[in-house]
Nanobody, 126 residues
Framework: QVQLVESGGGLAQAGDSLRLSCAAS????????IGWFRQAPGKERSFVAA????????NYADSVKGRFTISRDSAGSTVYLQMNSLKPEDTAVYYC???????????????????WGQGTQVTVSS
């Protein structure tokens, strides 16, 4: 099993930056991806970004390309989502998950994720 814990959400103004963290424990070795999804009220959970556990491959939703950066620490236990130039439409609960499917494009299929964290709220005001 993989346990995932998100942190780093909060309140921000448009144009600000926030960094989310996803701390992984348990079965943290292997060929899988960590992805970030977000869910706004009344909407489905949607893909934001993903990274392979080796860190060698990343993928982003078009809506966040050039503003968000996904990365992992050298110890291989935490994945980060650096969010710059935040917009009110980025307001959502952000979840990280573990995808062992190996499918491409990387990390976009939420039904392939076996494990999810509890989520962290990000609220961006205009």
């Amino acid at each position: 099993q993989v346990q995932l814990v998100e942190s780093g959400g909060g309140l921000a103004q448009a144009g600000d930056s926030l960094r989310l963290s996803c701390a992984a424990s348990g079965r943290t070795r292997g060929n899988y991806a960590i992805g970030w999804f977000r869910q706004a009220p009344g909407k489905e959970r949607s893909f934001v970004a993903a990274i392979t556990w080796s860190g060698g491959e990343t993928n982003y939703a078009d809506s966040v390309k050039g503003r968000f950066t996904i990365s992992r620490d050298s110890a291989g236990s935490t994945v980060y989502l650096q969010m710059n130039s935040l917009k009110p439409e980025d307001t959502a609960v952000y979840y990280c998950g573990a995808d062992f499917s190996g499918l491409r494009p990387l990390g976009v299929r939420k039904h392939e994720y076996e494990y999810w964290g509890q989520g962290t709220q990000v609220t961006v005001s205009s």
